[in-house]
């Protein structure tokens, strides 16, 4: 099976680029680069750790025009951009001066993820997976997934010439749906919540059927979960290398956010971009909100909760990242808060019609819990700030009610006097 990966099963040099070893995240514990993702001594998650080469800014910015401008800093091989995939990243660092004057802002930017192919951020991390799959010559990709990632996966392995079967709870939004079985992969709906189907598929992992699949967000964890640094290093280098001062990112698993700490870190650390504080805000929508729970209860422990809750992409009850975001949250000086529903809706129109940004539920959830947290005064209204939009409005068209101002016949009088000129 190959998450006990043996030495055959580890890779040729140069396969991950800069990565050094996989190290677990609770007790420091090195592996070599292998599909796995649990310590074997105290089971904490492991993830990829680095001995970086010279990396410059000039390098960056002569690279191409997609995340592989920063292949020198992630676990990929040199030639990754040659290579069939999605090419996905650089999207835009929308500035967002009529929203902020809404809000009373100095400096606000919508990074608008919805540009990806797939139309959500998801595409920067199964990039990541794709080539963790190549190098371990697994055949079939798969995921569990709220939506995003499943299409993602879909147009990956169709791309990358990998089989592919998915999993995702019933009843997610139809948009979600049909981009998943486009192109042509299997689409599993178990029915259960996203944490039913994340345990089914732990089922069949240890199941020997399952040995040359790579999911990506199991086995290919440490992997993919690089692929979020990449917003960090865009949204650094879109404000001309400079750090935000503040930055409001959504939770499912918590991997983004945490990712997204990471990439600011490694800039400092490399000198790309001047050491200063920045806060990390975590969003999550009422419905499903056990890390702002536990924040707000000064928690360490996550309670793991059923979800209800119209941003059925975030609704991961029992998020694997979560004690990771509350000690990133907590340590930047950020916060981790929540919205409802009708807050998420609201918001959505906001970003709309201000900024012509159509954010899935998503990106409701963190512009909601941009104007709660401005509201609450716990965010500073005149720090540069950055709002993520993660997935595209067209994946959850019917949490929003817009149509037609009027239906008239096409004359010019009636238009009149319907009072619309
Ligand atoms: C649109 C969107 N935004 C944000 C997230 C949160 O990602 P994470 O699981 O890394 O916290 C997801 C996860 O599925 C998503 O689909
Ligand atoms: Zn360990």
Redesign the pocket.
Known sequence: MAITATETETTAPGAFGPAAALSCRECGERYDLAPRFACEFCFGPLEVAYEFGSVTREAIQSGPNNIWRYAGLLPVPGNVAELPNMNPGLTPLVRADRLAAELGMRSLHVKD?SANPTH???DR?VAMAVEAARTFGFRTLSCS?????AGAVGAASARAGFRSCVFIPAGLEEGKIVMAAVYGGQVVAIDGSYDDVNRFCSELIGDPAGEDWGFV?VNLRPYY?EG?KTLAYEIAEQLGWKLPEQII?????????T?IDKGFRELVELSLVEDRPYKVFGAQATGCSPVAAAYEEGHDVIQPVKPDTIAK??A?GN?A?GPY?LDVCRRTGGAVARVDDAAVVDSISLLARTEGVFA????GVTTGVLRKLLDEGSLDPAAETVV?N??DGLKTLNAVEAGVTATIKPSLDVFKEAGLF
Do not use: R
């Open positions: 993820d959500s951020f998801k991390v997934s709220t939506g995003n990632l967000n979960a979020s990112v959504p939770i499912a698993s918590g991997s983004q956010l990712k992409s975030l991961i998020p990242d975001v899935e539920t998503a990106g993520l993660t997935g």
